[in-house]
């Protein structure tokens, strides 16, 4: 599956989930850059701006809201797509992922296949 | 009274003693009357002047005898009646004993009786009888106001209980944050004061937090004092109360007029002051201050009640804090669990499906199956984390639903579709019998839910061998969905309580059926969410049926019915 070598960057602290979600996305053919908070994600973001970023919203240092909106409001990054994965269920915790910029969100626990359709869906619609 | 009034006293003020106020132009005539009255074990006060007299009255707010020497021109009898009766804030009606002179104008005398004077002593000079009638009058004053003052007391204690029930009324009722603010309010207007503030602690004193003032009262200036505005801790009945823990009472007069509160309050025509300091655990939340235009010392029985008030409202605040503490561990601890439980599951989940998907290899058919129990079990620990988060979420009253047209035969079928594979195991018969009731407007998962719940209920509680009945039928408006099965039963005690969360019916115990008893109740409240209900008819012994009702959507609603979230 040719992806034209698009780069995507996964965050997430738990190293499992982090490795299910980049075997996945290897398998379909992106580059994958990992980062396991949320600051190590903005600088990741920052130096290598990949044109999708799948972001864990509890993490350490920073959340997966934070980075968004770190995100946002730099030129550099601002247009970067965001998928934020989220263990939190309630309505308010996905109203907050959308207004701070993110462009899609997947509830934990998700399926690796459906995680697929959703970056690609993602990414095909900028 | 400018002290704290706990300790109000009651006693002096039932005195024996009576004032007799003797009022004559002459000087040598009131020596006269004073020297008889003198004998008597009451206090004799000569005055010259009508206006001496009103003072004289006023400055005892007990038991008064007012003597009138009306023999000579100078003392006007009807002009001193006519004052005394006429002096708005005379504390008492004193009994009048007119010596001499008004009986000789029959019209006068009239008048003077109509105006309230009891008796007219013809004989002045008559020492025995003026001691006697003073006497007897003393004694009917003292009585009168005695009754006075108990049915004063009696009166505002009444009002103090009102204001006690009108408090809790006002903090069982309320929501809201501010309630205790509010409070003030319900108190001054129960307790007939003209002005209601609560002063909320803050670091350096207080802060007025909300103030009311009576719509009678003009006071412009206090009322610009007050809002908005802080007071530091040291000064006033405010200070004082919050320091030393118990109600705080004063006369206007008795304070500080410098101070521009108490300027300020003088000026709108207001006398008395009380604070009521409203303390949790010793630590001060503020103070309930109260003022009106009535001068009036307080006694201890409405102490008693506005202390039994304010511990109320103490209390009141207690629970409301615990309550709000609680709460947020709640959410807190919610938000934790779903995130530490649902991450593990995502990583087995996750897996799971990379392997029977074949992304490592194929597995043999043993190896599969194996893989299809974890599968199904992971899966069914997930619903049970899903289940514990949606309480939570109704909990929080943050349930949410996706609301679209919904087909309920489709909803029907596929719950009994993913219910055979258990009923097969168990010889269990599912027999479906649908009717086309049109379209819900509702949450297709949730409605989904209560499906999949109701018919795996009824295959757990069936017998082996036994048969479940589904049924979606149309009643009027509505959809009504029924899940019937032959098995165990209810016991008739335990069926009120089948929907409430965490109820597992002691047959369930006995027979070591799973379960932790949230499906019955969820469904209940997905169901009502969507404006229908949920009900059960059970016979132990014989089997159960539920019965979900839900609205169907009328035409109108098609426009609008695809458009929604998700």
């Keep these: ?126 | 009274l400018d002290e704290a009034i706990d300790a109000t006293p009651d006693e002096p003020r039932t005195s024996r003693r009576a004032r007799a106020v003797v009022v004559g132009d002459d000087p040598a005539e009131l020596r006269r009357l004073t020297s008889f009255l003198a004998p008597l074990p009451h206090q004799v006060v000569a005055v010259g002047s009508v206006g001496d007299a009103l003072a004289a009255i006023r400055s005892d707010d007990d038991a008064a005898v007012v003597v009138i020497d009306a023999r000579h021109p100078g003392v006007e009898a009807l002009e001193v009646v006519r004052a005394i009766r006429g002096e708005e804030g005379a504390p008492t009606a004193p009994v009048l004993l007119l010596v001499g002179g008004a009986q000789d104008d029959p019209d006068a005398a009239r008048e003077l009786y109509g105006l309230g004077a009891v008796d007219v002593l013809a004989q002045p000079t008559d020492e025995h009888a003026l001691r006697a009638k003073v006497s007897l009058l003393a004694e009917l004053a003292i009585t009168s106001a005695a009754l006075r003052r108990a049915d004063e007391r009696a009166d505002e204690h009444q009002r103090a209980l009102a204001a006690q029930q009108s408090v809790m009324r006002a903090l069982s009722g309320g929501a809201s944050d501010d309630v205790i603010s509010h409070v003030a309010q319900t108190l001054a207007q129960a307790l007939g004061w003209q002005v209601g503030t609560f002063w909320a602690t803050t670091g350096a004193g207080f802060r007025c937090n909300e103030s009311w003032f009576d719509p009678s009262l003009s006071a412009t200036e206090l009322e610009r004092l007050h809002a908005g505005s802080t007071l530091d801790s040291t000064g006033g009945v405010v200070g004082r109360a919050a320091s030393s823990g118990v109600p705080v009472g004063a006369r206007l007069d008795d304070l500080d007029d410098d101070d521009p509160f108490v300027r300020a309050a003088l000026d709108a025509g207001l006398s008395d002051a009380l604070a009521l300091p409203i303390a949790v655990d010793s630590m001060p939340l503020g103070v309930i201050e109260l003022l009106r235009a009535e001068a009036r010392p307080l006694d201890t029985h409405t102490v008693a009640t506005l202390d039994a008030i304010a511990s109320l409202i103490a209390q009141f605040a207690q629970a409301r804090r615990t309550e709000d503490e609680t709460e947020a561990l709640k959410n807190e601890f919610f938000a934790l669990v779903s995130h530490e439980l649902l991450t593990p599951l995502t990583s087995i989940l996750g897996y799971l499906e990379e392997l029977l998907a074949g992304a490592s290899g194929e597995f043999n058919e043993e190896q599969e199956q194996d893989l299809e129990v974890i599968d199904r079990n992971a899966r069914r620990l997930f619903r049970l984390v899903d289940d514990l988060m949606f309480v939570a979420q109704v909990e929080t009253g943050s349930l949410s639903l996706n609301l679209m047209s919904v087909d309920l035969n489709a909803v029907v079928v596929e719950a009994i579709d993913a219910a055979q594979p258990a009923a097969k195991g168990r010889g269990i018969q599912l027999v479906a019998a649908t009717e086309p009731v049109g379209q819900v407007r509702g949450d297709i998962r949730r409605l989904g839910q209560i499906v999949d719940h109701l018919i795996s209920n009824a295959v757990k509680f069936s017998h082996d061998g036994g048969r479940v009945d589904v049924v979606l039928r149309r009643d009027g408006d509505d959809a009504v969905i029924e899940v019937a099965d032959q098995g165990l039963g209810v016991p008739t005690a335990e069926q009120s309580r089948v929907f409430e969360r965490f109820s597992r019916s002691s047959i369930a115990a006995e027979k070591e059926i799973p379960g932790i008893g949230l499906g019955l109740s969820i469904s209940k409240v997905i169901a009502e969410a969507h404006g229908g209900s949920i009900a059960m008819d059970s016979t132990e012994g014989v089997g159960s049926t539920f019965s979900v009702t839900l609205p169907i959507e009328r035409p109108s609603d098609d426009g609008a019915s695809d458009h929604d979230q998700e």
Excluded: C, N, W
């Excluded at chain 1, 982090?18 to 992106?30: N, P």
């Excluded at chain 1, 109203?95 to 697929?116: C, H, N, T, V």
């Design chain 1, 1 to 126: 599956m040719d992806q034209d070598g698009k780069t995507v960057l996964v965050a997430d602290d738990d190293d499992d989930v982090l490795a299910l979600v980049v075997r996945r996305l290897e398998r379909d053919g992106y580059t994958v850059l990992t980062a396991r908070d949320g600051a190590e994600a903005l600088s990741v973001a920052q130096q290598h701006v990949p044109d999708l970023a799948v972001l864990d919203v509890m993490m350490p240092q920073l959340t997966g809201y934070e980075v968004t909106e770190h995100l946002r409001k730099d030129p550099a990054t601002e247009r970067i797509p965001v998928i934020l994965l989220t263990a939190r269920v309630q309505e308010a915790d996905v109203s907050r992922g959308f207004a701070a910029g993110a462009d899609d969100y997947i509830k934990k626990p998700f399926s690796p296949q459906e995680l697929r359709s959703r970056v690609q869906a993602v990414l095909g619609r900028r």
